[in-house]
Each structure stands twice: as structure tokens, then as C-alpha cells.
């Protein structure tokens, strides 16, 4: 092959090379931010759940903690 031609190649295949490697720096970005949306959603859905099930047991809670407050004051 003449020498052009096998300078072309080179920069052909460096080309394709780094279209591969920007490709995946990209994949592993959006699988990043996928992970993070993941994450937040989880987050949120826990922190919906804790809300909840304080909503659902606060006036149970206040009664024990009250009931603990009783117990350690002295009678007076």
C-alpha cells in the first residue's frame, strides 16, 4: 500500500478509537445520572414512608412520650 494510504488508515482508526472511547465516557455518564435518579426516588420514597407512619402513630408516640415524661418527673 502506498504510504498515503496507510497514513489514512491511521488517522481512520485513531478516529473510530476515540468515537469508541468518547462513547463510552458517555454511556458511563448517563448510567451515572440514571443511578442517581434511582437514588433520589428511593429517598423519596422513604422519606414519604417515614412521614407517613409518624402521621399515622403521632398521637400514639405522644402518649408514650408523655407517659416517659410523667414517669421521670418527681410528683410535686
Known sequence: MPKNLDSQKGVTSIGY???????NLISVK????????????IASLVAI???????ALGTQLNV?????VD???PAG
Do not use: D, R, W
Not at 448517563?30 to 426516588?41: D, F, P, R, W
Open 71 to 73: 414517669a421521670l418527673t
Open 17 to 23: 478509537t476515540l468515537i469508541a472511547v468518547l462513547s
Open 30 to 41: 448517563s448510567q451515572k445520572g440514571v443511578t442517581m435518579i434511582e437514588y433520589a426516588l
Open 64 to 68: 408514650i412520650f408523655q407517659a416517659v
Open 49 to 55: 414512608a417515614v412521614i407517613a407512619t409518624l402521621l
